[in-house]
């Protein structure tokens, strides 16, 4: 097949911030492809897209994968240490991925952002409303997009639930449940160096917040956040590090009906669970359930020496996988791939979709795109803000607390039991 000189194309320079698991599942197969197939639309025609500098902390995993073929054939520059953002930042790329860890991902973001550069984030996009605000002002004034992944939104039966809920064919969600186990190996050895303190609902139970928040709203109200969990294996039973959370969130419709969703999230499920990563959900509407089990949708797969380690017992081919197309090429993709391209997309069509006295008309239209503009992320980090205070606050010895939504006394306000003076985590509106 023909190629086209990617030299003589308009290019997004792209630099990315955290080169761990993510990288290399989602992203890494997006810059090996359009490395040789440039993004394309009529409003663009051809952009290219080139990973052009990477930013870590070690700058180990990067410097293997630049030693690989595919490094080779495609090199970047590899920043590593303290002032890593810093001098990718100067290197000259248009937009920035930051794959930190889920703690880690403000700073780099507003330095991408101050310097101008399309950013997009990994959920979490941040852990408290004053980050979001600060990232979303920089963004508005710099004139750049600052986006958001969520990647089960691209899910074909996430969009199916959501297309049926928009036509009324669901009607009226009025609550569900939703549960998202990692194995052990994720606490103990992909994420051990930054797990203390952390808790595995802010990493995960993001997804099903979005999933919620953007398929059934807006046409409702957060009002409250609860949440509980379990200690004792990651760390110490009185300690701040969590093994399992269980958090509910609640909704009020205008007419004062309440929807709740549970969601549970766990990083110490035994590594030879047939899931790997267990993922069920179900939603109840007024005239119908929706039920649906990640694990049940499709393959079963049993190879002598090869599962469930190498390969998975119940693979998700739809999120990422492998393939020998039916035309005899080789790809990688799914939506968790496409969803980072959509990005690009996006940002290709803000700086090449048109003239450029129309960008701010681009701009803004790729802005009010909810699904994962930052902007709209505000009820997801109100509920991550509020996870992270009531945890803290059981792990000080404080168990049961509530934070209620605009309320009176502000935007988000943490009450203890026993305790009438009520703590404000953000006295702006949510
Ligand atoms: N979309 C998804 O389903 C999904 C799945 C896994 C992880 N994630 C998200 O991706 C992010 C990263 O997760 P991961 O699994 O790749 O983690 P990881 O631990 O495998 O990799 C983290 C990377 O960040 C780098 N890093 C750490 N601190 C840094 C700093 N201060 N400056 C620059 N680089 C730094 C590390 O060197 C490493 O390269 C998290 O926010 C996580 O929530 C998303």
């Given at each position: 097949m023909q190629t086209l000189s990617q030299a003589t194309l308009p290019t997004i320079r792209c630099g990315m911030v955290g080169f761990g698991m993510i990288f290399d599942e989602t992203y890494r197969p997006v810059f090996e492809t359009r490395a040789h197939q440039p993004l394309y639309s009529p409003a663009t025609g051809p952009v290219a897209v080139k990973l052009a500098a990477v930013a870590s902390r070690t700058g180990t995993r990067a410097a293997r994968y630049l030693a690989s073929p595919a490094g080779q054939s495609q090199p970047f520059a590899n920043f590593a240490g303290p002032d890593a953002v810093a001098r990718l930042l100067e290197s000259g790329v248009d937009a920035v991925c930051v794959a930190t860890p889920d703690d880690r991902h403000f700073a780099p973001a507003r330095a991408a952002l101050a310097?101008?550069?399309h950013v997009l984030i990994e959920k979490p996009s941040v852990l408290s409303l004053t980050e979001l605000d600060e990232l979303t002002q920089l963004a508005a004034r710099q004139g750049v997009l600052a986006k958001v992944v969520y990647h089960k939104l691209a899910d074909p039966d996430h969009k199916k639930l959501r297309t049926l809920y928009q036509d009324g064919i669901l009607q009226h969600v009025n609550n569900g449940y939703c549960s998202l186990l990692e194995p052990k190996s994720i606490s103990g050895g992909q994420f051990a160096e930054w797990i203390a303190g952390r808790n595995p609902a802010t990493y995960v139970a993001v997804h099903y917040l979005k999933l919620i928040d953007f398929s059934f709203g807006p046409g409702w109200r957060l009002d409250r956040i609860t949440a509980t969990g379990q200690r004792g294996l990651i760390g110490p039973a009185d300690g701040p590090t969590w093994d399992s959370v269980q958090l509910q969130v609640v909704y009020q419709y205008p007419e004062g009906r309440e929807a709740a969703f549970d969601i549970h999230t766990s990083w110490v499920t035994p590594d030879n669970f047939p899931g790997y990563v267990e993922q069920e959900v179900q939603f109840r509407f007024d005239n119908a359930v929706w039920n649906a089990h990640q694990r049940k949708r499709g393959v079963e797969l049993t190879v002598e020496n090869r599962t469930p380690g190498e390969l998975k017992y119940t693979p998700n081919y739809h999120y990422n996988g492998t393939f020998l197309e039916p035309w005899g090429e080789r790809t990688q993709r799914g939506y968790g791939i496409e969803v980072i391209e959509r990005f690009f997309?996006?940002?290709a069509f803000v700086e090449y979709g048109g003239p450029p006295a129309?960008?701010?008309q681009r701009l803004q239209q790729m802005q009010a795109l909810t699904y994962n503009d930052l902007s709209a992320d505000r009820h997801c980090v109100a509920i991550v803000q509020a996870l992270e205070a009531i945890l803290a606050r059981t792990a000080a010895g404080v168990p049961g607390c509530?934070?209620?939504?605009?309320?009176p006394a502000g935007g988000l306000v943490?009450?203890?039991?026993g305790n009438a003076?009520?703590?404000?985590?953000y006295p702006a509106r949510v």
């Open positions: 310097a101008g550069k997309q996006e940002v129309e960008r701010p509530v934070v209620k939504v605009n309320s943490l009450s203890e039991p003076t009520p703590q404000v985590l």
